[in-house]
């Protein structure tokens, strides 16, 4: 069975603190990696997916990183404005469908 | 406009009342899901449908249904609310190849009393 594990469950920092968000899997075949910003009420928005091992991505103050069993989110100089769930899910080679984490719930102090 | 659009955005209704809420794309997808969300339980999935004709049932089909009435709509029915269907549910649609990444909708938040 497919499973995807998201730590912290959360996670509070100060402005400017910089610090990563954990996803740990077990998949059999691995064909995508995802990760989503979910802000209250709202639906999840797509920030990056990965392949292959030692794939990195980028975007603005977030840079997404995969190994064989684990991707992590890091936040570089976190602002306020990047408060927000971070989700992640997989999906195997042999599945059709997703499965996500419980994510990780990320509060920015000013 | 937004790519992925749910109505209603917010309903609230009693036990036993039938309930559609109601999913339109314009991504040009053939791939479309509903999940409901529950504090501390993340994202399920109750139904998906890779195209038109097909249907397929989630982890959590019980008490739900679907319509998949063209490639744009997509419509989940509670036949007869109960109070735990009490959620955010949310739509989404992916392309399926080379990748599923799904988009999601702004969400529904049904309130069943």
């Known amino acids: 069975e497919d499973q995807v594990t998201q730590s912290p469950e959360a996670l509070r920092l100060q402005e400017g603190e910089s610090s990563s968000l954990n996803c740990s899997y077990t998949?059999?075949?691995?064909?995508?990696l995802f990760w989503y910003r979910q802000d209250p009420g709202k639906g999840p928005e797509f920030l990056f997916t990965?392949?292959?091992a030692g794939e990195e991505k980028e975007k603005e103050r977030l840079k997404a990183t995969l190994t064989k069993k684990e991707s992590f989110l890091h936040i570089t100089a976190p602002k306020p404005e990047d408060s927000a769930t971070y989700l992640c899910?997989?999906?195997?080679?042999?599945?059709?469908?997703?499965?996500f984490g419980r994510g990780t719930s990320l509060i920015v102090h000013p | 406009d937004a790519d992925v659009t749910q109505t209603p955005r917010n309903r609230i209704t009693k036990t036993g009342k039938r309930i559609m809420l109601e999913c339109s794309q314009t991504?040009?997808?053939?791939?479309m899901y509903w999940y409901r969300q529950d504090p501390g339980l993340g994202l399920r999935l109750i139904y998906y449908s890779f195209d038109v004709k097909d249907i397929n049932k989630g982890e959590i089909s019980d008490g739900y249904s679907v319509s998949r009435q063209a490639q744009a709509k997509f419509s989940l029915s509670l036949e007869s609310a109960i109070p735990n269907q009490t959620a955010l549910y949310f739509c989404a649609t992916s392309e399926g190849t080379p990748t599923d990444t799904q988009y999601f909708g702004p969400g529904t938040r049904l309130t069943v009393l």
């Open positions: 899910a997989v999906q195997a080679g042999g599945s059709y469908i997703p499965t």
């Open positions: 990965l392949y292959s």
């Open positions: 998949v059999s075949g691995l064909r995508g």
């Open positions: 991504k040009g997808h053939d791939r």
